[in-house]
């Protein structure tokens, strides 16, 4: 009876024990598939989330990307038509530095007699054109007021090595005399015609510094006749008809002109 008594606790402990075992493994299982299943949930998310912050950075770095090419594109375009502008302002000047009447002397040789042209250089901007005039002066064919020995009423008055006196119809005259060290004279005016605005006007000005300009004159060889050209910078100027003083020009103009077979005269 002890003997079947001790048989029975010692198998009733192994099975106590079996389950016991079972019951700590089985928890442990589901403990562990627990934590797996957590931390494939917890990867997945991350995975979403990651690729939700990946996907506005492309975009980020695509849009930036973009903005930076057509950023450079319109600087260059804007360094490619300053240097454009800066080329057509050079070439104005040098086309403007250049003499009026290249072609005057052959000009004189081929009719016979008296030829020269006479230019009031009116710059573009700050000279009172008109705003549709400016096109003109940009393409070099509106330089200013001009004359010529073709122009209406053209007359040549008195012609010495150190004076010259010239003058047409519509308000056209110009005196240029030197002094006996070359400088322009006292004496030296130009009056002519101009539009400021649309408005036709007149006017008559005088150099504000006689030692900025010349007057270089030339005798033909076996001949009485001149040839020659000059140039001075006008400031002072006055309405030719009501002989008030202008507020005009707002800086000084140039004057050029050239001249050839012009007979002394006095």
């Not at 009876?1 to 001790?6: F, R």
């Not at 089985?26 to 403990?31: H, I």
């Not at 260059?76 to 403007?96: E, G, M």
């Not at 002397?105 to 020269?116: N, V």
Request: glycine share 12%; hydrophobic share 35%.
């Amino acid at each position: 009876m002890s003997l079947t008594y001790g048989a029975q606790q010692i198998v009733g402990r192994e099975r106590r024990e079996r389950v016991s075992q079972l019951a700590w493994s089985g928890g442990g299982c589901f403990d562990s598939r627990r934590r797996v299943n957590s931390d494939v949930r917890r990867l997945s998310f991350f995975g979403r989330e990651h690729g939700n912050r990946i996907q506005p950075m492309h975009r980020f770095y695509n849009s930036t990307g973009t903005a930076a090419i057509m950023r450079g594109k319109k600087i260059l375009v804007t360094i490619i038509a300053l240097a454009l502008l800066l080329a057509c302002i050079v070439a104005l000047r040098l086309r403007r530095d250049q003499p009026v009447g290249p072609s005057v002397s052959e000009t004189s040789r081929l009719i016979g007699g008296p030829a020269f042209e006479v230019q009031v250089e009116m710059p573009a901007f700050n000279s009172g054109r008109a705003p549709w005039e400016i096109p003109g002066v940009i393409l070099g064919y509106d330089r200013g007021p001009r004359f010529n020995q073709a122009s209406p009423g053209a007359q040549v008055g008195k012609i010495a090595p150190d004076h010259i006196e010239l003058s047409a119809d519509g308000g056209w005259d110009l005196l240029i005399e030197t002094d006996g060290q070359g400088r322009l004279a006292q004496g030296t005016h130009v009056a002519f015609p101009v539009k400021l605005g649309g408005r036709p006007l007149k006017f008559n000005c005088r150099p504000a510094d006689l030692t900025v300009g010349y007057l270089h004159t030339t005798a033909r060889t076996g001949s009485d006749e001149l040839e020659g050209s000059f140039q001075l910078e006008v400031a002072i100027c006055k309405n030719a008809v009501s002989g008030k003083t202008a507020a005009w020009p707002y800086q000084p103009l140039k004057v050029r002109g050239n001249f050839a077979g012009l007979k002394k005269q006095g």
